[in-house]
């Protein structure tokens, strides 16, 4: 089959596979239909012990495919399960272009295990039903973490909270540097199982609550009232529901944990005076030490992708500015590619940049995945608040906006009514608002459509990866025994088999181009050469059998290299092209083509 032809029905097949193409409902509905060995529900969410489950459950049903490991145990003792998920008869996985897939690294970020846990179930389960799915399997292996932050997790589901609970890994940290550790966390005053916020009464407050709807506390403007007199509001904010439990004169300010896996990698690591949470060094947490062991151990991985939460983001580094240099233009090209293709799948989703659209990171995952090793990646912030209704309202500000869409659509399950209770500092207050389940987290009946979304991106993105071919040998007779071979070798795939940025910085190994001459043939001279029209060449000057190509082979691209050959007839032998992010391909040389 042409190879062309062979990819543009390679990028159908997964549009269609994806629901993106247009094709007969029927056809969709028949294509979209998995029989599953393990049905799993993505209209709820899984706590710790039950995403463990999920994962054996979805092992044991497909061990030809994937195998489970815990590649070691986070600060709390609990395993991080890490799938991986291969064709063994196609080769070993790490003899395929690698993606490596993970979520939850902080802990309330709940939604990013169940997209981790999607892609897992749709790879494994659609591998004998959607001819996309196979190909990316059969071509390629993935590394599946669901749950970088097992602790945090674990934590969110069991612990009254708010959306941003166990944020951090759960290791005891002096938060407020008072030489105690975790003593001052939030306190469920009203007993209903969640952190709410406070209100007390107050005769100059800053707000009051509204005549409309009696949930909503409205800002009161500074300014004149009828009278002339500044207008005051009857209620002020009090903090998040707690009590000041180490008498510093401070609320809720040192509970559990307090280190950010997100600020513990090595490039562009600032200590935590800088970058709070960073840690005494990097790889200092147990669980970033695991997944930098395992990924240094896979230099196959091509391609990453981090599942967080929230606001509807593709991001890509760098971190901060002075980064910039380490994304030439030619890497750029290929994150724009894939971003834009991003930004047209999600829908009200933005492809940006951290350090000048969101803010600075240092030590960030997918900064050390693409600065520190060169691998294309990307940190998807999973769900909006755009989404919640379709005229754009619920943003921010928009608190009935918020309300409308809590009574129709989720039937007042996120919010809880105010509470009087008894507070020992501030008499009587308020205790109620939106639950932990109010923000960040999709509703569980939009769950599974924007796991699938984000799953379909990456799969993409997975797509993308260097996928390498013979395109022409072309040999050419010149006579007293010589002969000139012009190999060319393809990447039909946007990711190039090095990045401009693992070159610059000499990273990894650098592919490798060797010919083992038939019997009768020698090699004279072998080097590069722009393309097979050129007149000239490079020659190496030691070991022409054996190319080190530090440049690889470009992203929809073609690299050339050109031999000089001696033999009394037409030359043969082998060439074998090696790189450490595409599958290692073979190609015969017989007889002369011109």
């Not at 998807?380 to 619920?394: A, K, V, Y």
């Not at 030691?542 to 470009?554: S, Y």
Request: net charge negative; hydrophobic share 35%; aromatic share 10%.
């Amino acid at each position: 089959m042409n190879e062309a032809l062979h990819g543009s029905r390679r990028f159908a097949a997964i549009a269609l596979a994806m629901g993106i193409a247009g094709i007969p409902v029927d056809d969709l509905h028949a294509q979209q239909q998995i029989d599953a060995k393990v049905p799993i529900a993505f209209n709820r969410f899984y706590d710790y012990e039950a995403m463990e489950a999920r994962l054996a459950e979805l092992a044991a049903a497909h061990p030809e495919l994937c195998t489970l490991e815990s590649i070691g145990s986070s600060e709390q003792g609990r395993d991080l399960w890490l799938l991986t998920i291969n064709n063994p008869e196609t080769g070993g996985d790490r003899s395929k272009p690698g993606m490596w897939i993970d979520g939850n690294v902080h802990g309330n970020e709940i939604q990013a295990a169940e997209t981790v846990l999607y892609t897992a179930w749709y790879l494994l389960e659609g591998y004998d039903e959607v001819d996309a799915i196979r190909e990316l399997v059969d071509e390629n292996a993935f590394y599946l973490l669901p749950m970088v932050n097992p602790d945090g997790r674990a934590g969110w589901f069991r612990d009254p909270g708010t959306p941003h609970s166990n944020r951090t890994g759960l290791r005891p940290t002096d938060n407020d540097f008072d030489g105690l550790f975790d003593e001052d966390g939030p306190d469920d005053l009203d007993g209903d199982g969640h952190i709410g916020r406070m209100w007390r009464r107050d005769p100059n407050g800053t707000h009051k609550r509204s005549e409309r709807d009696p949930r909503i506390f409205e800002r009161v403007p500074a300014v004149p009232g009828p009278d002339g007199r500044i207008m005051r509001g009857e209620w002020s904010m009090a903090g998040s529901e707690g009590i000041d439990n180490d008498g510093d004169g401070r609320i809720n300010e040192d509970g559990q944990g307090g280190y950010d896996m997100n600020r513990n990698w090595p490039s562009d690591w600032q200590p935590n005076h800088v970058q709070r949470g960073a840690g005494t060094h990097p790889f200092s947490y147990p669980e970033t030490r695991c997944v930098g062991d395992f990924i240094r151990s896979h230099p196959n991985i091509a391609a990453g992708q981090s599942y967080h939460n929230t606001g509807g983001m593709i991001l890509r580094g760098p971190g901060a500015p002075y980064e910039t240099a380490n994304y030439p233009r030619a890497d750029l090209a290929v994150y724009d590619a894939i971003g834009a293709a991003g930004e047209e799948m999600l829908p009200h989703y933005d492809y940006l940049v951290i350090h000048s659209d969101l803010y600075t990171v240092h030590g960030g995952f997918v900064n050390w995945l693409a600065e520190g090793l060169g691998i294309i990646s990307f940190t998807n912030e999973l769900w909006t608040d755009r989404r919640i209704l379709q005229d754009g309202g619920g943003g921010p500000g928009d608190e009935a906006a918020r309300m409308r869409w809590e009574d129709r659509l989720r039937f007042g399950q996120t919010f809880n009514d105010w509470t009087e209770v008894d507070h020992p500092e501030y008499g009587t207050v308020l205790v109620g608002g939106g639950n932990k389940w109010s923000s960040r987290t999709p509703p569980p009946f939009m769950l599974e459509e924007e796991a699938h979304r984000n799953f379909a991106f990456t799969m993409f993105h997975a797509a993308e990866m260097p996928r390498l071919r013979r395109n022409d040998v072309v040999v050419t007779d010149l006579g007293a025994g010589l002969w000139q071979v012009d190999l060319e070798i393809a990447n039909d795939a946007l990711i190039p088999s090095r990045t401009r940025h693992m070159q610059a910085k000499r990273i990894g190994r650098p592919d490798i181009l060797t010919f083992d001459p038939a019997e009768g043939t020698e090699i004279r001279l072998a080097g590069p050469t722009a393309n097979r029209f050129a007149p000239t060449f490079e020659p190496v000057v030691h070991r022409p059998e054996r190319l080190l190509v530090e440049g690889g082979v470009p992203g929809r691209g073609i690299a050339t290299f050109r031999y000089v050959l001696e033999s009394e007839g037409p030359p043969a032998g082998t060439f074998r092209y090696a790189a450490e992010k595409a599958a290692d391909i073979e190609i015969p040389l017989e007889g002369p083509s011109e």
